[in-house]
């Protein structure tokens, strides 16, 4: 009972912000992202009949506390979905994603993770079963199931039965390109999970922001399937810059950029005023990713290493859904 598997990570270009359901970890609006290939955690599950509890591993360390526990609630749904309650894993984890830092690591770490240990207690999941078990580990995380572009339905249904991902288009789709700036490894200070709720109970913004989805999905998919760059990227960036108000209007309020972020963000405005088309997006963290066409590559690399504060600049094409070895 051992499996190893690998998932990357995604970015999300119409934002997931908000639970209506904190414990099954049901979305407030429909949200859509790209699989990135430069980005991944592969995790390793190995079952064992005579072990007495769960040890985890994350880059050769051992974990405890609450990630561990997180690690371990999860596991608790996998193995009951399996009918294999009182067998315990060990479980080695490797990202190759700066954790917690707003480079979604948690969807890549717990897509692995799920697709490892329902291959290892024998489950047999079709990728719609098991998006909707990776979601319960973590949210973009059933996003991370599939390849390329990537819709995450909320659903309706109070039990969360209807809220998986789908695939939109696959990798090969469309050679659109994303530069990560790295900023800061350091974790975040308000995590994804505490920033959602503090946002959805308190900003006056949140409402509007939810209205907002709808037109959003739509005109992005179009943009999606008939290769309209622009209108992707000028949709993606505005839905970001929408979603990190309302945490500027919560209360407390709160802001994830860092004064670097702020200049990738002029910078990416310079790069489009010179005729290069470029737009960014930034997750729940200080680093921002950029949205760009393979024939800029490398004028948008040296744009982005020659602002202070980047550290690095990690670029990735559209990747592969999660898969098991």
Known sequence: MKTTAK????????KYWGKRDESLILPMNNSLSLTLDGFYTETTVEFHDDWTEDVFYLNDEAVSGGERNRVVS???????????EGTYAEIHSVNHVPTAAGFASSA????????????????????????ALTRQGSGSACRSVYGGFVEWEKGTRADGSDSYAVQVTPPDHWD???AAAV???????????????RTVDTSPFYPSWVESIPADLAAIKDGIMRKDFEKVGSIAEANCLRMHATTLAADPPFM????????????VRALRADGV??????DAGPNVKVLYLPEYEEIVRQKLRSIPGVHDVIMSKAGQGVTCM
């Open 7 to 14: 998932a990357h990570t995604n970015i999300a270009l119409i």
């Open 74 to 84: 999860f596991l608790d749904r996998i193995r009951k979905k399996a009918g294999k």
């Open 108 to 131: 890549s770490g717990f897509a692995a993770l799920a697709a490892a240990a329902a291959r290892a207690l024998g489950l047999e999941c079709s990728n719609q079963e098991l998006s």
């Open 176 to 178: 659109i390109r994303v």
């Open 183 to 197: 900023l800061s490894s350091d974790a975040k200070k308000v995590l994804s999970r505490e920033g959602m709720k």
């Open 256 to 267: 994830y950029w860092q004064n670097t972020t702020l200049l990738i963000m002029e910078a």
């Open 277 to 282: 088309p470029a737009y960014f997006t930034i």
